[in-house]
């Protein structure tokens, strides 16, 4: 296996349903959580499945969720689906969220590539 950091794949990681994992993970490519996670989750692509339940941060360029989420999400483009349950920040670059999800926190978007600014964001907001 070569590794590849700066293509962008890393291939595809998954936990086995049941799965129970506390601490802070990277992984380099996608990775799938049907599983409990609570902890920190730093990948290219994550996407917590419908068992999914996780605590904590997620940071990645792509965010899928379908199904619990409690934290903070920092991602490019965020999609919650229809079975997905959210709880807390979401900082995005591009955010979908389908009928029948349900979200109970706040969603601040972020100019690509840079961090969010709080004094300057309400004037970026078009």
């Not at 049941?18 to 990277?26: A, K, M």
């Not at 996670?37 to 379908?66: F, H, M, P, Q, Y």
């Not at 389908?98 to 004037?123: H, I, N, T, W, Y």
Request: hydrophobic share 35%; glycine share 16%; proline share 4%.
């Amino acid at each position: 296996m070569t590794d590849e950091p700066r293509s962008g794949t890393g291939g595809r990681s998954h936990l086995g349903a049941g799965s129970r994992i506390t601490g802070e993970l990277y992984f380099p490519g996608t990775v799938e959580l049907p599983g409990y996670v609570s902890g920190r989750v730093e990948a290219a692509a994550i996407v917590i499945e419908e068992a999914g339940d996780v605590e904590g941060e997620l940071s990645a360029t792509n965010i899928a969720v379908k199904g619990r989420f409690n934290g903070r999400i920092r991602g490019g483009m965020v999609k919650l689906h229809a079975s997905a349950r959210v709880s807390g920040d979401i900082t995005y670059e591009s955010l979908s969220i389908e009928s029948g999800a349900q979200l109970d926190g706040s969603c601040k978007p972020r100019a690509s590539g840079s961090r969010v600014d709080p004094a300057k964001s309400a004037s970026q907001v078009e």
